[in-house]
């Protein structure tokens, strides 16, 4: 049995350990609220942009852009999102799993087909030990997203698609839906399938009903060839913000799981402590009784 003075460094100990858990959780909740708030003034934009390129393709207009040309695949670029830093559960494992399913699919391409562009510290440092070779690095974008950044990104993809050095593009990043819930997507960027263009409020549904009656200058083609490279732009920014959000979160719950440990771990080293120096006061109560009687 551990004496009480182990017993009450233990304590001290993890008593410590929650006053930093409890700091880290306060932080990255205020980062979760930035981010929420950040993503909620995007969202009315990002939702007309898509709204107006749903209304156009479910026109009669043939749509030729070179973003939605589907040819054999040769060679893909996976880009994929984590963060920077630990401490945020399995938030950064989960990428790398389903990075590594993706790779196993590509496997059959070779290794120097494959190109990787991570998004924060931790997946970089992944594909590296891994013998990948990163195309870049990217880890101000997964700290503090920027719409500059990541349109400078999105373009360096889409003139690797147009220019055929690249097949395919896919991205992997979490999706957030609330605190508690972050789902790991997996979505291919290009070729785009405009068909299938997500509609992501219902409210969106009610919107479409109103007649699609656009004037357009100065032509529905050249309209669409500049609608959806910024579509493009903001898809991957969107993923960005996403990812960010939804690492805040995952960190914020990680560190309320470790707090609420600390806690339990803090009240069971108690009881153990008190137990002890019960257990010493009763022994020392009997050696001065049974010495008392000699």
Known sequence: MASLKEVKTRIN???????????????????LHKAQGAIENMLPYQRQMNKILRNFLSGELSIESPYIQGREVKRV????????????????????????????EYRKLGQDNIFIYPVGRKVEEAVKKMGFVPKGSYQQLADKPTYQEAAALAEHLMELFVSKEIDRVELIYHHFKSMGVQELLR????????????????????EDKVVKDYIVEPSREQFIADLIPKVLKQKLFTAAMDSNASEHAARTLAMQVATDNANELIQDLTKQYNKGRQQAITNELLDIIGGSMK
């Open 187 to 206: 979505e291919r960027y290009l070729p785009i399938d405009l068909t299938q263009v997500e509609e992501e409020h219902e409210e969106d549904i009610e």
């Open 77 to 104: 670029a996976i880009v994929m999102f984590s963060s920077n830093s630990s401490l945020c559960g399995a938030f950064n494992a989960n990428v790398i799993k389903m990075f590594l399913h993706t790779v196993g």
């Open 13 to 31: 100990s993890v008593q410590s350990t929650r006053k930093i858990t409890s700091a880290m959780k306060m932080v990255a909740s205020a980062k």
